[in-house]
């Protein structure tokens, strides 16, 4: 499939709204089918890796009654005890999916859980979480290649006790570890070693204390007890500050004024971090009590930014950047290698055949707008949604700009073009 964004005519004011963030839904969504009691979601998006973990949860034996249409799930938790012991659990494309349920998995009393996924999911590795769950007493057999899907988890409870990532890797590692902590039989210490902040694992532990369960902070080690998740009634999802940083982008290049409406400063979501990059480029950002407005201009600056807390959000900042005055340079990219793509390859690849001037190393990626000429390309999305959504935003100045594989961008949201193109008018 291909797709586009076309040219805007003229500047716009537009309020948006968005469908919940993945990123929490996975975690509510899991931590509510294992807690007590019933929950209510609201504003949970159709997204492909919500949709997984709801089919999932499902094959789990969860009773659960979905609307897309409303966009609200009704689930019944099972107080810790999956109903079906012999489960095949597939993953789809979601790394937050197959972080995040293997944990649970491994502290169920008894089972067999088989736990497979897409191809490209199954290439990516999972040792580093893999390795501290067998130290922490979990069985499975690797069917094709150690430490690695498609896997079949035979549950027998964990112990639980101290251990330790590395939180350099993937902090979903240690957001899966830590959500199954309560259900291990004296908890867990977790120290998640690294030199940066962890806001996803932040989250984490904010979505824990929502369904019941606090989680003691101390620098970088983490500690849950034995506890038992109790059901909130109620979850309203909050929208996707990832997808936010596409709309918002939009008004970066364009000049217009976008509203993403019931984000706040205070979100749960590392990525708002993002709204601090647009200000330092030049843009206007205003904070209000129902949503957050950005106002691009036409004298963009090229920036210097370390963007390892908030990575999701470098491919958005890279396509704003072929719009400033002056190179920008973002580092702290080396884990993004191993995402649903090479992100840093694939989006100086969609860029140079644009024919913006791209730099990479290892770890950073350097956009140079005075050394480009544009060209019109079709670019691949090597199947990522990120890369999808960022190369396309350069169609809103330059016509010709055409995204191939632009369905990848239903893992996160679904109706991306369409909506872009309704703003552009």
């Known amino acids: 499939m291909k ?10 004011k537009q309020q948006v709204y968005l469908d919940g963030s993945k990123s929490i839904s996975n975690r509510s969504l899991i931590i509510a089918a294992i807690a007590q009691g019933q929950t209510k979601f609201e504003n949970l998006p159709n997204s492909a890796d919500v949709l997984a973990c709801i089919a999932a949860l499902k094959e789990l034996g969860c009773q659960l009654e979905h609307s897309r249409d409303s966009k609200t799930l009704v689930i019944q938790g099972c107080s810790g005890v999956f109903a079906n012991l012999d489960a095949k659990i597939f993953c789809n494309e979601s790394g937050t999916l197959t972080r995040f349920i293997i944990p649970m998995l491994a502290v169920q009393s008894t089972g067999k859980y088989y736990v497979y996924a897409k191809q490209r999911m199954m290439d990516r590795p999972l040792a580093d979480q893999l390795k501290p769950l067998e130290k922490l007493g979990m069985l499975a057999n690797y069917h094709q290649k150690a430490y690695a899907m498609p896997l079949t988890i035979i549950a027998k409870s964990l112990d639980g006790g101290y251990i330790e990532v590395d939180g350099e890797k993937s902090s979903q590692f240690a957001s899966g570890l830590l959500m199954a902590a309560p259900f291990m039989h004296r908890g867990l210490r977790l120290n998640s070693i690294t030199d940066h902040k962890q806001p996803y694992l932040d989250m984490t532990t904010k979505v824990m204390a929502e369904f019941g369960v606090t989680v003691d902070i101390d620098e970088n080690i983490y500690t849950a007890n034995k506890s038992q998740y109790i059901s909130p009634s109620n979850y309203v999802v909050e929208p996707d500050v990832s997808t936010a940083s596409y709309f918002w982008a939009f008004a970066a290049i364009t000049g217009s004024t976008i509203k993403v409406m019931h984000v706040t400063k205070n979100s749960k979501q590392g990525d708002i971090k993002f709204l601090e990059v647009l200000e330092k480029i030049g843009c206007q950002v205003n904070y209000y009590n129902d949503g957050i407005e950005v106002t691009g201009n036409n004298q963009l600056r090229g920036i210097q930014v370390n963007m390892r807390n908030f990575s999701d959000t470098f491919m958005t900042l890279a396509a704003i950047a072929c719009f400033a005055k002056g190179d920008t340079h973002i580092s702290g990219l080396s884990h993004t290698r191993g995402q649903e793509s090479d992100r840093i390859a694939a989006m100086a690849e969609g ?43 350069l169609g809103l100045k330059y016509q010709g700009v055409i995204v191939n594989n632009a369905a990848a961008v239903s893992k996160t949201c679904p109706d991306y073009f369409d909506r872009m193109r309704a703003l552009v008018g």
């Open 3 to 12: 797709d586009f964004i076309p040219q805007i005519k003229s500047q716009i």
């Open 351 to 393: 860029l140079s055949k644009l024919g913006i001037y791209v730099e990479t190393t290892q770890d950073s990626i350097l956009i140079s707008p005075a050394r480009s000429k544009f060209k019109p390309a079709e670019v691949d999305s090597h199947n990522d949604h990120r890369i999808a959504m960022s190369l396309a935003l």
